[in-house]
């Protein structure tokens, strides 16, 4: 299967699964803002329900939904420590000699630059914060490499452990292809870019930027999460072609 292909079929999930159905659409608007309802529905797309499944049986969507952020949490952890150790050490560097008020716009260059001499402090906190986030940012891409595939393993299990079961998954990718695994990645890794930065551009807006942004984002969102989440079972289903019997254990 090619990744337009792949792509495609994602596409048509998704209009089919809101298109005409307002009600549902409306639903999943709703579910964005009471957020574990919609974690608790990517389950269910993960789990393979097609076409997109009904918005019912409330409760249990949202005990999956916390469940399904919970294994999400955890693959984040230490990106987010790192994050936090990144800047903690420049905030209070910059908060401790008084610059935090500094307008380096205004600055020339000579004027920067003696600035920069005079402040080591946080100069030094700046370069740790730089080396720290480019270190998070790969850890990040590693994690993403397990979670693609953990997520959907624990929707399908139901087993919160199963998300962590790190040589099913590795087992699970080799199946799949590492060059077409990695490739899926990257390619849906670009169209979220792609997509957060079309919202973004929203923001620019004068007066109603912020309003028609968190506006538009909570229309397009439910869409969108279809697609992805359609994506990630597509290329997860590729690793089933010679095991099709959904591993439970």
């Known amino acids: 299967m090619s990744f337009g292909t792949i792509l495609d079929e994602s596409f048509t999930y998704a209009k089919n699964g809101i298109w ?3 009600e549902r659409w409306a639903l ?6 009471i957020f574990p309802l919609i974690f608790g529905y990517i389950v269910r797309i993960y789990r393979g329900e097609n076409p997109a499944p009904e918005l019912n049986e409330w409760t249990t969507m949202f005990i999956d939904g916390l469940k399904l952020i ?20 420049f905030i209070s560097a910059i908060m401790s000699t008084g610059t935090a008020s500094t ?29 720290l986030l480019v270190i998070a940012a790969i850890i990040a891409v590693i994690i ?14 139901q087993k919160m452990g199963e998300g962590f079961n790190f040589s099913a998954i590795l087992s699970h990718v080799g199946k799949i292809g590492w060059f077409t695994y990695i490739a899926a990645l ?3 890794g670009i169209i979220g870019l792609i997509f957060g930065m079309l919202l973004n551009t929203l923001t620019y807006v004068p007066v109603i930027g912020q309003a028609l ?3 538009v984002m909570l229309v397009v969102y439910p869409p969108y999460l279809l697609f992805v989440g359609r994506y990630t079972v597509q290329i997860y289903e590729l690793g089933l072609v010679n095991s099709p019997t959904e591993i439970t254990q």
């Open 20 to 22: 005409g159905k307002w």
């Open 28 to 33: 999943l608007i709703i579910s964005l803002v």
């Open 70 to 89: 919970a294994v999400a949490l955890v693959y984040a952890i230490p990106v987010i420590i790192l994050v936090i150790v990144a800047f903690v050490p």
């Open 103 to 131: 307008d380096f716009a205004s600055m020339s260059s000579t004027q920067l630059e003696q600035w920069m001499t005079s402040n080591p402090q946080v100069m030094a906190a700046a370069g740790q914060m730089v080396i």
């Open 144 to 157: 993403s490499i397990f979670s693609f595939t953990g997520l959907v393993r624990f929707a399908r299990t």
């Open 186 to 188: 990257i390619i849906i």
């Open 213 to 215: 942004f968190f506006a």
